[in-house]
């Protein structure tokens, strides 16, 4: 998914309800330069093509520890239909696998691409 000047316009327009949040917001923002590319996991900003996919450092490491070790992890209470976003990716392993298989990333996809 990719952010338009449009997008980030309409974002950069709702106001803050409280005062620290703008300050949080600050920490959070992603650099904009038309090309910002997320990752297919979660949608934090990518940092490259990793395994065969676009994705963050996160997603990444996740991936690569859980093939390299060969984890298997405890099956999903909710279903196996959570939401794997930035700010909840931790919370089910197993769905966040599940997930980064579904978008296409595989250990023969390994390349070592980053973006600026």
Do not use: W
């Not at 196996?80 to 579904?102: D, G, M, P, T, V």
Request: net charge positive; proline share 3%; charged share 25%.
């Amino acid at each position: 998914m990719i952010l338009t000047d449009k997008d980030l316009q309409l974002l950069s327009s709702i106001p803050s309800s409280v005062p620290d949040q703008e300050k949080r917001e600050n920490d959070l923002k992603i650099e904009f330069d038309g090309t910002t590319v997320l990752c297919r996991v979660c949608g934090d900003k990518a940092s490259g093509f990793h395994y065969g996919v676009h994705s963050c450092e996160g997603c990444k490491g996740f991936f690569r520890r859980s093939i390299q070790q060969k984890i298997q992890y405890r099956p999903c209470t909710k279903n196996q239909q959570c939401s794997i976003l930035r700010i909840n990716r931790n919370r089910c392993q197993y769905c966040r696998l599940k997930k980064c298989i579904a978008v296409g990333m595989s250990r023969d996809g390994k390349s070592h691409f980053y973006l600026s």
